[in-house]
């Protein structure tokens, strides 16, 4: 028997085959996730834990395996679910001490799929309240830290979601990514995150949303991980009109092949106008890395996204409107940082979200010109590392950005475009900035999730900043 | 609308009796203002003849992708 903090730190396709035979049960490698959830409680991780229904899910769940009854390689591993993803009979807050006493009466479609998987559910996980900000600095629940700093933000607003992952206190966790909420809290934690494309994942049981351009999205600690969670859980759903009937291919089918004949852009303008001198490094020495693997870099350019910061018209009209009636209710209970999204929705005009849909159409085409050349797209996660969690403004090459009261443009300006347009965006990580992690994002064509694990898992590979863990996950 | 302090104020009024500080109010003007602005910026771009990222697909019957 292994000791339970070397278990902890397995990924998902290590220790599957363990308790496929039997080798290791989920009875103690749940057990051993819930000593690392208590033992690191003031991560603030959890918003809603469910200990002992993980604890009986897992008994459940070894005794099925002991007769033979083997879910695949999900049965039996911990996992989180962020607080906006409904679990039924679970409170499910979104972050917000307006919905503090909400119970779900349903599960939402993916938690479904993971519950048929075998996954255990340790607990709903703390989020940027209503998920709309990427700092995880959640006035009712507590802040999230950073298992690699815990003065520092872990990202969001997948916070609880990507310092779990971090702390090795769960194996996956599903975080929702509406404009880089899974990307960036894997950036920031040193985990993967995957936003597959939009219409690949149901959405329904996502809370108080913008359904265009949501995503309920896996955040894991290794490439190979991503695809074995993401294909549990998608496909299409009857019952959610933005899924689409596409063949589900298998996801880890390229993973460990070579890059040979693969066309990598990276963008000559936006993503890199705005970073951090170290992490422009790092991402650019891991963009070398994929040429020596084999991959063939060239330039590339991307029209109209300099005007891309009009596009979160498009996410916070319909957010307006799914937020309404919590307004109306129970306003009292949200914090000034997002009445101010709800406040600028006061001033748009009809005619302005209507250009800001032709402007969404054009930067599309924009992509796609560049997807007739390139297979994908390289560019920083991020433009600078985790910050401080009491941050009010950062400075970039000398140039101050406010944080206060902003929808954290800055935070996510490399990772929005993908849910305007839909792209299917991994973040791996590619070094530490600062001795923070920092990460490489790679945008693909639309359903070509596969082709980003292949490159994605062959850089992964490679890299000597790999499978690092936080002092404090070991 | 000029985005002021007591425009503001309403606007929260309306949500449900909302209310701000003084100090807080003053910096949601700026962050609304650079929410519009951002907007405004497409006047820059003559987008008469464009399509819509929403489409009405005729295979659809119409529906709107």
Redesign the interface.
Known sequence: MSSSNSLLHMSITEIAPMIQTKKVSPVEITQSAIIQAEKLSYLNTFITPMFDYAMDQAKKREKAIGNGEYFGPLDGIPIGIKDNIEVAGVRSTAGTKALNENIASVDAHVVTKLKQAGAIILGKENLHELAAGGRSNNPHYGFVKNPWDIEKIPGGSSGGSGANVAACITFASLGTDIGGSVRFPAHCCGVVGMKQTFGRASQRGLMLTSYDGDHISPITRTVADSAVVLQSYVGHDIHDPTTVKLPLPDFSKDIGTDLEGIKIGVPLNHYFDVIDDEVEVKVRQSISALEELGATVVDIKLP?TE?A??L???M?SEMSVTAQKL???H??G?S?DL??????T???LAR?Y?????????I?EGFAEAFSKVDAIATPTAPLPAINIDADVVNIKGVEYSL????DEIMGRATHLSN?TGLPSISVPCGFSDGMPVGLQLIGRPFAESTLYKIADAYESSASSSRILAELAK | MPISPETLKRILTEFGGLTMTDSQLADAVGAVQSWVDELNRLDELDLDGEYSGIVMRADDGGYAQ
């Open positions: 109209y005007y910061g009009a979160w018209v498009l916070a307004l109306k209710n306003g009292h949200v000034p009445l101010v999204g709800l406040l600028a006061q001033f748009i302005d209507i250009k800001a849909h032709k402007l969404q159409r054009l599309k206060r009261l902003t929808r305007r």
